[in-house]
């Protein structure tokens, strides 16, 4: 069975994120930093060279795939931050509308500028979602 690519590593996350060169992407990344780690309890650790996550969880898919993935996390991208792990949790959904300027992804959300979004919403999120992977296993 092939290796995951994304996995965690031994790169500094706030190194990572001081070198961003987009001020707002850089500045809006350190405040995800800080708030994911205050409402998870959890060390930010980098997966892959560019996601940076908080807890982790395993899976096992019934094909017999598994493989431990970030419990909640972002990725400062070009355009957005992408945060992920925030959409499985129940009530998630309903948080939403409430949330502010957002697009949604596959599996997460891309924000473009934390000024347009309600933190305290974002929290809530991140809270749900992180107590949500702590207890549910994809299997």
Request: aromatic share 8%; proline share 5%; hydrophobic share 40%.
């Amino acid at each position: 069975m092939a290796e995951l690519l994304t996995q965690p590593t031994d790169q500094d996350p706030r190194s990572f994120i001081e070198a961003i060169a987009h001020p707002t992407r850089r500045a809006d990344a350190l405040v995800l930093l800080d708030l994911m780690g205050r409402v998870t309890g959890e060390r930010a650790v980098m997966w892959g060279p560019s996601m940076i996550g908080f807890g982790r969880y395993h899976y096992r898919y019934a094909s017999g795939h598994e493989g431990d993935a970030l419990s909640v996390g972002f990725s400062p991208r070009t355009t957005a931050q992408a945060l992920y792990g925030l959409l499985a949790a129940p009530g998630a959904e309903d948080l939403l509308p409430r949330l502010g300027k957002h697009r949604r992804g596959a599996g997460c959300l891309y924000i473009t500028s934390l000024a347009a979004v309600d933190l305290a919403v974002l929290e809530d999120l991140v809270r749900r979602g992180y107590d949500f992977m702590a207890t549910e296993h994809i299997t």
